[in-house]
Structures are given as structure tokens and as C-alpha cells.
């Protein structure tokens, strides 16, 4: 269980003008700016939940979690993840909770990957038979066999994602924070990470918080999206409300042989093609039979999809609606 109760989190930044004089000037008299990157952020996440943690750049989604692994301290606010005070029992936290940050590696760049896991088994005091079997385990799921004998450096961006993601694994966290996993990955790697995560967290119960700005990733792996924006949770909800929140808006595209139809009032045409035509509507204002019918009446249709309108652009409604 992790509880985030009224917490906030300043830093006090040195501000500094542009320019070869005022460098001079910074070194006698400093000016100092406060930055407000948690403003009384409350929240709860139950025991084997995943919620997706999600905001624009600079929202304060980094500093949640550096609070939530105990690396920073808030000004105010309690947060105890698993009854513990990540901060104050750093020791017996590190060892609840597993991180992967996606543009960071925790692997030793020089040596072969089993040499990293083995450091980890002896600085977590892993006990050489669990070790051995979430090894195991993890190089069956992750296909890691031919990794292992690796050095980090000598790996792809997926191989050596998939060896980032088995690290933290190997004591059995019961948190795991994920900071984009997926970031800059293909899109079979990015497929197998996510099915991974679902295992893990279905097979050990595991309580995940990922961090992504990839709405594949949250629609793939979460129900519950945290919004945060300036430092403030905005929305807390299921992402299929948040959807109907935000849009009602349905997208229609048709494939047509005969001459290119007239939009109609109600329609906002999105894209226009070689014979097809991809429009949006208020389904409340004009039904979609309506519209379909409105476009079959001036030319021949070969194909008509109906869809609602995407994460993204429900993420990118929302950052508009919270002007965040
Ligand atoms: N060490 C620091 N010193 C000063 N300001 C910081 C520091 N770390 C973060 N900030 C500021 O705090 C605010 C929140 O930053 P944070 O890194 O938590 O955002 P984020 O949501 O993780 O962003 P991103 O998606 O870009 O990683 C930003 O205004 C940032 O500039």
C-alpha cells in the first residue's frame, strides 16, 4: 500500500541573467527562486495495483517517485509506502521496492550482465536459492540467456531494457516505480516489455507505478490514471471515464470509389486522401447512421470504420482543458 497524504516538495533555485556581466555579478549576490514541484499532492494505491502516473514535462512526476523511494524528502506531507517512511527507514525500503528508470541504466557498463546481478544479490543479501530461481525464472521470461555473459555496453536498447527490467526483479520487490521502460524501444520490444509487466504483475502481486508519457503503455497496462500538472493531482480516475470525459467525439473513416463527398455541418473533416476521407462529430449533435448515410448518398463507399477517439488525444484534451 502507498499513501501520499498533503505532501510538498519545493527547490530553491539560484536564478542567474544571461551574459558575461551578470555571471560577475552572481558570484557577490545571488537571487534565489522557489519552485513549487509537489503543491499538497494526496494519493493511495492499494497492494498489486498498476496506475499509470502521467503529465506534461516538469508536472512533478520524477519527484513523486524520488519521495516514494525514499532519495528525497518533502518540505510537508506524509508518505508511507508498505507502513514504512521511504526517508527515514531507507534500509529496509530499498528493499520493498524495485526502479527502472528507462533513460538510466543500473547496470555496470563495463562487465557482463550476470556480474551486475551478482553485485545486486550480495547488496540486497539475497539468499543464493531465491536468487537462483528468479534468475532462472527471469532469463526463461526475458529471454536472457544470451545477454548474460553481455557487457552492458555491447547491448541494443532492447536487450539491454529487457536486462534493466530483470535487475530489480531479483529481490522480489513488492513495489516496482517504472520510469518510461519503454522509451525508444521497437515495437515488438516494446510489446514484450509490456506483456512482461502484466505477468509479473498478475503472477506476484506486485504493485506497479509507471511513469510514461507512451498512452500505449498506459492503455496496454493500467485502468487508474494519475494525472499531475503544476504540481497538483488534476484527475484520479479509470481511463475509460476519463475518456468520456473529455470526448464524446467519434471518428469516422470511409473508403469511397466514386467522386469525393461534401462535408456536411456537424462534420470536421481530419484528414482528405486518395478515396478516403476521415471525419469527426458530436454523435449527440448529428447521429453517426446520419453521417454515414449523408456520404454513401454522394458517392459509392467501399469501407466504413467507427472509433472513438484515442488515448493520446484524450491525454492531449486533457493538458489542454488543465492548461498544464
Ligand atoms: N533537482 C532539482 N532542482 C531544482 N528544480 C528541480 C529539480 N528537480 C526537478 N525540479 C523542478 O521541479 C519541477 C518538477 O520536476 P519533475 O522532474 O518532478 O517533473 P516530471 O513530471 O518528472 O517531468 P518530466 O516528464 O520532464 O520528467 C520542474 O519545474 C523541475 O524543473
Redesign the pocket.
Known amino acids: 500500500m502507498i499513501e501520499f497524504q498533503s505532501i510538498c516538495k519545493t527547490?530553491?533555485?539560484a536564478k542567474r541573467q544571461a551574459g558575461f556581466k551578470n555571471a560577475v555579478k552572481s558570484l557577490f549576490f545571488r537571487e534565489y527562486e522557489t519552485?513549487r514541484?509537489?503543491d499538497d499532492v494526496s494519493f493511495s494505491i492499494a497492494d498489486g495495483d498498476i496506475i499509470g502516473y502521467i503529465?506534461?514535462?516538469?508536472?512533478?512526476?520524477?519527484?513523486?517517485?524520488?519521495v516514494m523511494c525514499g532519495i528525497l524528502t518533502p518540505d510537508s506531507g506524509i508518505c508511507r509506502v508498505n507502513g514504512k517512511i521511504p526517508w527515514q527507514e531507507r534500509a529496509a525500503h530499498v528493499k520493498d521496492i524495485g526502479v527502472v528508470f528507462g533513460q538510466r541504466s543500473q547496470l555496470w557498463w563495463d562487465v557482463p550482465v550476470i556480474d551486475s546481478f551478482e553485485l545486486l544479490r550480495d547488496m540486497y543479501k539475497i539468499d543464493e536459492k531465491r536468487y537462483r530461481h528468479n534468475l532462472d525464472e527471469l532469463t526463461q521470461l526475458l529471454d536472457l540467456s544470451e545477454l548474460l555473459k553481455t557487457p552492458a555496453r555491447n547491448l541494443s536498447l532492447g536487450q539491454r531494457m529487457r536486462c534493466e527490467i530483470a535487475a530489480p526483479l531479483l529481490h522480489d520487490p513488492k513495489v516496482l516505480f517504472l520510469?518510461e521502460p519503454t522509451i525508444g524501444l521497437d515495437a515488438v520490444s516494446k510489446i514484450a516489455v509490456r506483456q512482461f509487466i502484466q505477468k509479473i504483475n498478475a503472477q506476484k502481486h506486485t504493485t506497479i507505478v509507471l511513469?510514461t508519457?507512451d498512452m500505449m503503455d498506459i492503455e496496454a497496462l493500467t485502468k487508474r490514471v494519475l494525472l499531475?500538472g503544476h504540481?497538483k493531482i488534476l484527475l484520479d480516475g479509470n481511463l475509460d471515464e476519463l475518456k468520456k470525459h473529455t470526448s464524446t467525439d467519434k471518428k469516422i473513416t470511409v473508403k469511397y470509389t466514386g467522386s469525393t463527398p461534401a462535408i456536411s455541418p456537424g462534420m470536421k473533416l481530419n484528414e482528405s486522401k486518395e478515396n478516403q476521407l476521415t471525419i469527426s462529430l458530436n454523435p449527440h449533435i448529428l447521429p453517426v447512421s446520419d453521417a454515414i448515410a449523408i456520404i454513401a448518398a454522394q458517392t459509392d463507399l467501399l469501407d466504413v470504420s467507427v472509433t472513438d477517439v484515442s488515448t493520446e488525444e484524450v491525454v492531449a484534451a486533457l493538458y489542454k482543458e488543465y492548461q498544464v
Open positions: 527547490y530553491r533555485v519552485i514541484a509537489l503529465g506534461p514535462n516538469g508536472a512533478g512526476k520524477s519527484t513523486s517517485v524520488k520510469d511513469t508519457h499531475i504540481g
